[in-house]
């Protein structure tokens, strides 16, 4: 990234994240996964860098929400080690690192890498299955067969087999012609919620917030969110191999971020599914970097 303009009373949103791995003070945890373990081949390796690169572009303060994310104390870990691990493996290491902090009620932020991370992500933070409600983001079901073994196409589908049960799951986003008739049957069957993607464009947009305020009831405990970057139509999101039309725009994905963030139920949010090889002018990476600052913002609302 070129040189930018230094203003002091411009801040830049990239330095929230600070790196002092001694300080257990905290609000919000960061740390990069970069994962790879894609059916599309790519590069979401590089997503974690990307959009610590693309905060620079971005100031610290939600105006919408008269929040200053620099009140907000944010530790950046830096990425896990992952590179020739399997899944499994990453599991073991996330758990370990969960395990070392400090602060278990800190918000937590996992970079991809792509959606390969969520089934480790949901088991890291340790807890019964049956008291976590998973909320993802996404075009797809990810209910993939595993008869391949773990991948970024079935997370879902793995978890389920892991013993979440399906009604603790609500799916937002979700596409026509992204999906099969045989994995829609499968969602159904394991009593799974969707809102697809034409109704939230369809209907006023306060009540989908609604509807997943609702979903959640008081056994669940905890709430992961999976926010797979290709939710995003085509258009928005060139950097996602699996966007397509349709999908939800950038500031619908802004809004939900910050109401996950203020909700202090979710401890975990992952964002996935970013290839900064396949961007174009940066759209994909500024648009995973202000849904970050969106769920900050949310976080500090807490």
């Known amino acids: 990234m070129a040189k930018l303009f230094d203003d002091p009373h411009w801040p830049r949103a990239s330095t929230l994240l600070r790196s002092d791995k001694d300080s257990n003070e905290f609000d919000v945890g960061v740390v990069g996964i970069p994962c790879n373990a894609s059916i599309t081949p790519g590069n979401c390796h590089l997503s974690p860098a990307a959009i610590r690169e693309s905060l620079a572009l971005f100031?610290?303060?939600d105006l919408a929400h008269e929040q200053d994310l620099s009140e907000l104390s944010i530790q950046d870990f830096g990425d896990l080690e992952?590179?020739?691990?399997?899944?499994?493996?990453?599991?073991?290491?996330?758990?370990k690192w969960l395990n070392s902090l400090a602060k278990p009620n800190a918000a937590l932020v996992l970079l991809g890498g792509d959606n390969s991370i969520t089934r480790p992500g949901v088991h890291a933070l340790g807890e019964p299955l049956e008291g976590i409600g998973l909320l993802t983001f996404d075009a797809h079901f990810d209910l993939r067969d595993l008869g391949h073994g773990y991948h970024n196409g079935n997370p879902v589908?793995?978890?389920?087999?892991?013993?979440?049960?399906g009604q603790n799951i609500l799916?937002?986003?979700?596409?026509?012609?992204a999906n099969s008739k045989d994995y829609a049957k499968i969602a159904r069957q394991e009593g799974m919620k969707m809102i697809l993607a034409d109704q939230i464009h369809e209907q006023p947009f306060a009540q989908t917030i609604d509807e997943i305020d609702r979903f959640f009831g008081p056994d669940i405990h905890t709430i992961?969110?999976?926010?797979?970057?290709?939710?995003?139509?085509?258009?928005?999101?060139p950097g996602a191999p699996g966007a397509?039309?349709?999908?939800?725009?950038?500031?619908?994905?802004?809004?939900?971020?910050f109401e996950v963030g203020r909700n202090p139920r979710v401890r975990?949010?992952?964002?996935?599914?970013?290839d900064p090889s396949l961007d174009q002018n940066r759209v994909t990476q500024l648009a995973a970097a202000s849904i970050l600052l969106s769920?900050?913002?949310?976080?500090?609302?807490?």
């Open 82 to 95: 992952v590179k020739d691990r399997t899944l499994d493996e990453v599991r073991e290491e996330l758990t």
């Open 268 to 274: 975990a949010l992952d964002l996935v599914e970013l």
């Open 157 to 165: 589908r793995a978890l389920l087999e892991d013993g979440l049960p």
């Open 244 to 257: 397509r039309p349709g999908g939800i725009l950038p500031w619908q994905a802004k809004k939900f971020a």
């Open 224 to 237: 992961y969110v999976d926010f797979d970057i290709d939710v995003l139509d085509r258009g928005w999101c």
């Open 59 to 61: 100031s610290p303060y």
């Open 171 to 177: 799916q937002v986003g979700i596409q026509s012609f």
């Open 295 to 302: 769920f900050l913002s949310g976080v500090s609302c807490r």
